[in-house]
């Protein structure tokens, strides 16, 4: 061991890559740009240099949530509702770190359509949805807010929303500016939006990255080490957005590149992933509780038993960022 050792020194390797900690992360959606600050870490060693094997897993069927509750990977990247919903329903995870620091996401229409020119006018419209309960809670409120009445026909169409709006078929429905907004803006459609907090809708930061209690317990190191790389992966994409692009398209599989770098471009000129000196990754502790009520008060977040949960008066418990401070 002792001679293994000396030869790696005499290598000029560091002596973390001798014996590096496996890390499993689940995804909440395919590789994207959300995700950019691992991949970054990963390939630009920041984990290794950590002593720690990261492995992003393919998204899958299981949502991140489920597998972070069950124990079958080490840590999770869920979105806001996704970590809400189980924690709430008494998921053994704490928030560790929030990627966006500002809602992302919007209500999109055809900006040739006369008739939408406010919420108000979506009453009685066509909605293309996407399946979850918080979209009924947000529309819900846009509308009402806005002095009209929360009535409109839903059609599921996940991800073919967006072709069914820009054919017309579909009056309005949500997407992430960052995302599906650059990519309706490289295919030249004409869209308007409207953004949630201008009627009702409290801001929100979304792309959680979470591990079950227990791991924060018993491996304080371990979490330290993967949080620390990682905030360190988002800092470097954050200020060199087209190499980190590049890392991107490398690793994924990405039919227009430029989407790519038009979303990286949109997070960091947006001022997404930092608030002024607030670093990456920090949790506002207004927002992650202003939007935890709105859910319980809007009868999205249920038990196990599909019962609406009642506010639970705090949830400053279910995030923990003491892994900054070390």
Do not use: C
């Not at 995804?27 to 990261?54: C, P, Q, S």
């Not at 970590?83 to 995870?93: E, H, L, Q, R």
């Not at 991800?159 to 960052?178: C, I, K, M, N």
């Not at 009627?199 to 949080?227: C, H, W």
């Amino acid at each position: 061991m002792i001679r293994t050792l000396l030869l790696a020194a005499g290598l000029g390797l560091p002596l973390t890559a001798m014996a590096e900690t496996p890390v499993t992360v689940a995804l909440d959606w395919t590789l994207n740009t959300n995700h950019i600050g691992m991949v970054v870490a990963r390939d630009k060693g920041f984990y290794a240099e950590a002593g720690l094997d990261v492995d992003l897993l393919p998204y899958s069927d299981t949502s991140s949530a489920a597998l972070l509750a069950a124990g079958a990977t080490d840590f999770g990247y869920l979105t806001s509702l996704g970590f809400m919903s189980a924690k709430a329903a008494g998921a053994d995870m704490v928030a560790l770190w929030a990627t966006m620091q500002h809602e992302t996401g919007r209500l999109v229409y055809n900006a040739q359509n006369s008739a939408i020119t406010r919420p108000a006018d979506l009453s009685g419209k066509i909605y293309a949805g996407f399946g979850s309960a918080w979209e009924a809670a947000l529309i819900g409120t846009m509308i009402r807010t806005d002095g009209g009445d929360p009535a409109w026909d839903t059609v599921t169409l996940g991800t073919g929303a967006y072709e069914a709006l820009a054919a017309g078929r579909v009056d309005f429905t949500l997407e992430v500016a960052t995302w599906e907004g650059v990519n309706s803006a490289l295919l030249g459609r004409k869209q308007a939006s409207f953004a949630y907090a201008d009627y009702g809708v409290p801001d929100q930061q979304n792309g959680y990255i979470a591990a079950r209690a227990e791991t924060l317990a018993d491996k304080p190191e371990l979490v330290s080490a993967f949080m620390t790389a990682t905030q360190k992966g988002y800092a470097w994409a954050e200020a060199h957005p087209d190499e980190a692009a590049e890392m991107m398209i490398r690793d994924g599989d990405f039919p227009n590149p430029e989407l790519v770098h038009g979303s990286l471009r949109a997070i960091v000129e947006g001022g997404f992933l930092t608030d002024g000196t607030t670093p990456v990754g920090r949790i506002d502790p207004d927002l992650f509780a202003g939007m935890a009520r709105f859910l319980f008060d809007s009868g999205v977040l249920k038990g196990a038993d599909g019962a609406v949960l009642d506010w639970p008066g705090d949830v400053s418990g279910w995030y923990d960022q003491g892994w900054m401070a070390r």
